[in-house]
């Protein structure tokens, strides 16, 4: 049964609450009026035509200032299904606050995205960089920068903490880093690329990326210094490319630091 307009709202209004409440409070710590507001919004439900929507009145009884915040969540569960609400990283609560002590070094690596389409992606990519502490991401040819909304939602923040550059050039992006020291190594579904696992040189590292459904053109692999592929077990013969960056990455950090 399909929801009315009026169930619509109220339903949305409740899903508000719920991330209100689940973003400003802790286990035991519920803001009281909030949790009343949701609560009184709930029982209003059992007025609903639709009984879908009337069962989710009974939750109200649930929601009690003493519960931890797991059990809160929980029952914000079936307003989120029956909204077919699909949430975004940036909407789900930190329970740990970020470094506020940070000192950590930058590796070594940097990552290189040609023609990346998704913002998603981009986005993707620099919460892993951060993440990996990488001393720089270059933007080349029609890859989005962070100054656009849906990179920077994406990001979480992250593009505050690393070093970018956009690049319209990918071949003298690439020149530029070899001169610099950087081995170049394009992250490909190639039949002669070798195992991320494989040992890697200790020495700076460039992973290049290409656009999600055509990978790198053929005059950029000429120039590379090696080709990487992740190795895969199942029917399908690639990852997602902001999956492929954090499994590369976290590869080359881990034997950065056996090194």
Not at 67 to 90: C, G
Not at 179 to 206: C, N, Q
Request: glycine content about 4%.
């Amino acid at each position: 049964m399909s929801l009315s307009a009026q169930d619509k709202k109220s339903l949305e209004e409740i899903h508000q609450l719920f991330l209100k409440l689940e973003k400003s409070s802790g286990d035991f710590s519920f803001v009281a009026a909030t949790l009343q507001d949701l609560k009184s919004k709930i029982a209003n439900l059992a007025s609903s035509d639709n009984p879908d929507v009337t069962r989710l009145a009974s939750l109200e009884k649930h929601l009690v200032g003493s519960m931890t915040l797991k059990h809160f969540v929980s029952y914000a569960i079936p307003f989120e299904r029956l909204l077919h609400k699909n949430l975004q990283d940036d909407e789900f609560l930190v329970i740990e606050n970020d470094k506020t002590d940070f000192a950590q070094e930058k590796l070594p690596l940097v990552f290189v995205l040609d023609n990346i389409r998704s913002a998603f992606n981009v986005g993707s990519i620099f919460r892993t960089a951060e993440c990996l502490s990488a001393e720089k991401i270059y933007l080349c040819g029609y890859t989005p920068l962070p100054t656009q909304w849906k990179v920077e939602k994406t990001a979480m923040g992250t593009q505050e903490y690393l070093i970018w550059e956009e690049a319209p050039k990918l071949l003298e992006c690439l020149e530029e880093l070899k001169d610099e020291g950087y081995r170049i190594v394009a992250l490909e579904t190639a039949a002669s690329a070798t195992d991320l696992y494989e040992k890697f040189d200790s020495e700076p590292t460039a992973f290049v990326l290409g656009n999600e459904r055509f990978g790198l053109d053929p005059e950029v692999l000429k120039v590379i210094d090696e080709v990487r592929i992740i190795p895969l077990r199942g029917r399908k013969n690639s990852l997602n490319v902001g999956v492929t960056a954090a499994v590369a990455g976290f590869e080359w950090m881990r034997q950065w630091r056996l090194k």
